[in-house]
């Protein structure tokens, strides 16, 4: 993905960006203080939310000509917590990341079902995959979401502070997936936090949102708490 | 899965209820009518035989209709959850099935010329159901989000029901009784002859809302992410609010309006077979609700003789503590 | 010696207060005296079942009764003298509301429309001199006969409420009675012989001071009936008829022991349900109806006046035996004429369905009530 002096926003802009290409098999954290837009200039990546003035290309294509169905297969999106859906099973959440693959009914065929278990496999939660979700954990349901995702088979995993509702083993155990995954699936894993140490470890590319401006930009270099600190948040 | 295998299982079990109740249905009317007599009226019509008058102008099309109604209500129902999110959400919850009464109100109470004669009650109803339904379609246009088309809906609702009592307060004592029993909801009114054309609409709107099953599967997730799952929103609004005002509309127009199986159904459905899979919840739904309808059928011609009770009352009667006391089983699990 | 003033006081007020004490026991002792004088009087109500007068002199007591106790429920005592207090009714009354159309059709026939200042609802008038009074603006409409607006009552200087009787205190009777307005409960509803219906004129006539007119057209009409009736018991043959109409999900056909049964018996007719109990209806299915009355002539009292608005009611009830008969009969063309002058007229009733239901003996000439339904 290939984004160009995008400025994002709804009536004025929120945050802008010069350059940002977004590569296969590497994970970026989006790092800034709260309401800065963090939320809006990730949905303004995978088109839910118009951007004001830019380009966002994919393979040369630009985003804006796409169909809802064809960004369902590019872009998954996780929210930062999944509350449970009452009746509903863990492997009927997940397989419902299949839809834009499946025909009619919704009715999923041997390889749609083999790439839900797959997905339970790769998140290691095999074992929670007839539980309610209502039943699980918040750390449980956010696995599961992200599976959900995983499903879905998109190039790019957006993710709006995974880790914000997960006690401190869970947030490992969740990044630690995610690095995996940008690895083994080539897939582009691209996620906001506010958890700096977090972020600081398990990232290939840091993103931030400039303390002094609405500029967005890449921090490259050897980077510590205190440099981030400083470039992204007020004293 | 053991769930997928339980879930088909119960959904056979509802398919071999149906003739049961048909049955009980029959036989719970008061005059007692021999199964003889019962083929005889459908062979060999005998017009001045009362007996075979009951069969096909009473029990038969009272059958039908519960059937139709029950099933109508229940798809509407859960579809207006599902797009709403809401399990407090039913059929009526757009106000399209005030746009009915509020035609039947000025057809039968006011003097208006337009609505005499040519139009029946059927008509008006009906005509009261397209109407709102336009209503509510050209807004879920214009709004974004769902909740603000629950709240529309909900001021239509309220606003015809008021222009109802008005007309109400000003009309003369017979039109006002004739009102009043329609709106107390009858499955007695329908004849024999309309019910091909209703069955036509109704396999139209079920046809329709069997469609749309996977994008309202995507829907229980919620709008926003329905939308990246690929599911284009307006259009399924759309859709849902086309058939279910079909539907409701139809009901309402031949029937009345018939309260809480629409909202009770569906959620006994969801409670019964722990799923959100609108593959199985729309089957479910659809024989549920008309077995449902004609179980309280059943009680509202056994009680007749002694109390006579209006079909609404008993749905609620029956209804409420059924779905109270799922609701505490699965509160104890 | 000299008497110390606070003494002389003393003794002053208790002369006073005994004084008042052997005048109230007096008053006390003659008032029960009458009213023991008064229950030894005769009872000149021959039929009506819930009323009863009884004259001595300048005093006529009226006693309401309770048609579930039989006790009465509330007593009047009419008197041609200036009262002071409520325990006393001045009659004749120079205004009156009254919240039932019957009442309207008794006082029409006393020519006491013009005592009339309240009543609930234009809408069911039908006497032309009421409607006058009402355009003009000296009636003034109340709502519903629970829910009347006191206020506007009490503008209207009314001196009696008349009310349908229900077992219970009139709302707001307390309030009315500081007022000075006496509410009277009316029971000519719960009467079942049609005789006793029209013998509740006497009340009206003792209100408004016209007794003897009152006494003059009910034995009038009693005559008439009574003579009808006779005329009927002489009939051969039994037709059968049907009465009533659904409402929801049930037929409601009146009850063996009802004011309309009671009609129907006194016409000559074959009713099917004359044997049961009960003065009310009895909640019947459709069905029901259908298969117990397919051989029945006539169909009395569907409520609709034409069959199209019949069968916009309800389109089944097209397979009723009468229905292909053809003879239906309804008052609903003028409800409000009924429903005034039907307490009052039973003699006309009865003349309609005789002549309805046995037109060789009874030639139809212009029915009164009723009209055919077509």
Redesign the interface.
């Known amino acids: 993905m290939k984004i160009k002096n995008l400025y994002i926003g709804y009536t004025k802009t929120l945050l802008e960006i010069e350059e940002l290409n977004l590569e296969a098999g590497k994970v970026y954290a989006l790092i800034g203080a709260n309401g800065r837009g963090k939320t809006t200039f990730m949905k303004s990546l995978i088109g839910q939310i118009p951007s004001l003035s830019g380009q966002i290309t994919l393979d040369g294509k630009d985003l804006t000509t796409l169909l809802s169905l064809d960004k369902s297969k590019l872009f998954g999106f996780v929210n930062s917590r999944f509350a449970g859906v009452s009746y509903m099973r863990a492997k009927e959440y997940v397989a419902l990341g299949r839809s834009p693959y499946t025909k009619a009914f919704g009715r999923l065929s041997a390889k749609d079902e083999a790439i839900v278990d797959q997905s339970f496999e790769t998140m290691e939660i095999e074992h929670l995959a007839n539980k309610f979700t209502e039943d699980l954990s918040d750390g449980e349901r956010q696995m599961l979401a992200i599976a959900k995702v995983l499903a879905q088979e998109t190039e790019y995993i957006f993710l709006d502070e995974p880790t914000a509702f997960l006690d401190y083993s869970n947030k490992k155990k969740v990044l630690q997936m995610l690095t995996k995954i940008a690895k083994d699936e080539n897939k582009c894993i691209f996620y906001s936090s506010h958890d700096l140490e977090m972020a600081l470890e398990y990232s290939d590319v840091k993103v931030c949102v400039l303390k002094e401006n609405n500029q967005v930009s890449i921090i490259s270099g050897k980077l510590d708490l205190n440099s981030l600190l400083n470039i992204c948040f007020q004293d | ?3 997928q295998k339980r879930n088909r299982f119960l959904l056979l079990l509802l398919l071999v209820i149906m003739p049961i109740a048909f049955i009980s249905h029959f036989a719970a ?3 007692s009518i021999s199964w003889s007599t019962f083929g005889d009226a459908w062979i060999s019509f005998d017009s001045s035989n ?2 075979h ?2 069969v096909r ?2 029990r038969f099309p009272r059958f039908i209709m519960a059937c139709l109604a029950g099933s109508a209500l229940s798809v509407c129902g859960l579809m207006m959850q599902t797009l709403f999110n809401n ?1 407090l959400a039913g059929p009526y919850i757009l106000g399209i099935n005030s746009g009915s009464s509020l035609f039947v109100a000025i057809s039968l109470m006011t003097g208006l010329s337009i609505f005499q ?1 040519d139009f ?2 059927v008509s008006s109803a009906l005509i009261g159901a397209f109407i709102f339904g336009l209503i509510i379609l050209s807004i879920s246009f214009k709004v974004k989000q769902g909740v603000s088309l629950l709240l529309i809906g909900l001021m239509l609702g309220s606003f015809s029901s008021a222009l109802v009592s008005v007309i109400q307060y000003l009309s ?3 039109s006002l ?2 009102f009043t ?1 329609w709106i ?1 909801g ?1 499955l ?2 329908v ?1 024999s002859d309309q019910l091909p054309f209703i069955s036509v609409l109704f396999l139209f709107g079920m046809l329709g809302s ?1 469609l749309i ?2 994008p309202l ?2 829907f ?2 919620g709008e ?1 992410e329905a ?6 929103i307006r259009k399924i609004r759309l859709l849902i609010i086309v058939f279910t005002a079909l539907l409701t509309g139809l009901i309402t127009a031949y029937c009345g309006p018939i309260a809480f199986i629409g909202l009770a159904v569906p959620n006994l459905v ?2 019964i ?5 609108h ?1 199985i919840l729309l089957p479910a739904s659809l024989i549920g609700g008309a077995i449902f309808i004609v179980l309280c059928d059943i009680i ?2 056994l009680t ?8 609404n009352a008993v749905t609620s009667l029956i209804g409420a503590p059924m779905v109270i006391y799922f609701i505490v089983k699965r509160l104890a699990q | 010696m000299l008497k110390n003033s606070r003494t002389v006081d003393y003794f002053y007020n208790m002369k006073i207060l005994s004084l008042v004490l052997i005048l109230s026991a007096v008053m006390f002792s003659c008032d029960s005296q009458k009213e023991n004088d008064n229950l030894t009087g005769e009872n000149i109500v021959r039929y009506a079942k819930y009323l009863r007068i009884i004259e001595k002199g300048n005093l006529t007591t009226i006693e309401i009764l309770s048609p579930e106790t039989g006790e009465a429920e509330q007593t009047l005592n009419l008197t041609k003298e200036l009262v002071k207090t409520n325990h006393f009714l001045q009659v004749p009354v120079s205004k009156m509301a009254v919240l039932s159309s019957t009442h309207v059709g008794m006082l029409s026939k006393l020519n006491e429309i013009d005592k009339i200042v309240g009543i609930t609802n234009r809408l069911y008038v039908f006497n032309e001199e009421l409607l006058e009074n009402i355009e003009k603006g000296k009636v003034v409409e109340l709502g519903e006969e629970g829910q009347i607006p006191v206020e506007s009552l009490l503008k209207t200087k009314c001196k009696t409420l008349i009310y349908s009787g229900f077992g219970k205190e009139y709302p707001y009777q307390k309030q009315l009675n500081a007022a000075m307005v006496k509410c009277i409960a009316n029971y000519d509803w719960r009467e079942v012989h049609p005789l006793g219906k029209a013998e509740w004129i006497l009340l009206f006539g003792y209100l408004t001071g016209k007794e003897k007119e009152a006494k003059i057209y009910f034995d009038k009409i009693e005559n008439e009936y009574l003579a009808l009736e006779e005329k009927a018991k002489k009939l051969k043959n039994y037709p059968t008829v049907l009465e009533g109409n659904l409402f929801g999900e049930s037929w409601f056909a009146p009850a063996g022991e009802s004011f309309k049964a009671q009609l129907l018996k006194d016409a000559h007719v074959h009713y099917q349900y004359v044997d049961t109990k009960g003065t009310g209806s009895l909640p019947l299915t459709l069905e029901k109806i259908l298969s117990d009355n397919l051989d029945t002539e006539h169909w009395i009292n569907p409520g609709f006046p034409t069959k199209e608005k019949l069968f916009t009611f309800h389109p089944k009830l097209k397979y009723l035996g009468p229905v292909t008969k053809n003879k239906i009969y309804d008052y609903s063309k003028s409800g409000n004429r009924y429903w005034e002058l039907s307490a009052i007229e039973p003699q006309k009733i009865l003349s309609d369905y005789l002549s309805i239901f046995h037109p060789t003996e009874f030639p139809k000439k212009n029915l009164y009530f009723y009209q055919e339904v077509k």
């Open positions: 899965m053991i769930s009317g008061e005059i009362p007996e008058i009951i102008e009473f399990p004669s029946g009650l003369e004592a017979n009784k004739m029993m107390m009858s007695q009114l004849e069997f099953i996977k599967n995507a229980v997730l926003t939308v990246l799952l690929g599911i284009s969801k409670i077979f722990k799923t959100q899979d593959r509202v011609q007749a003789q002694w109390i006579p009770l209006p079909i």
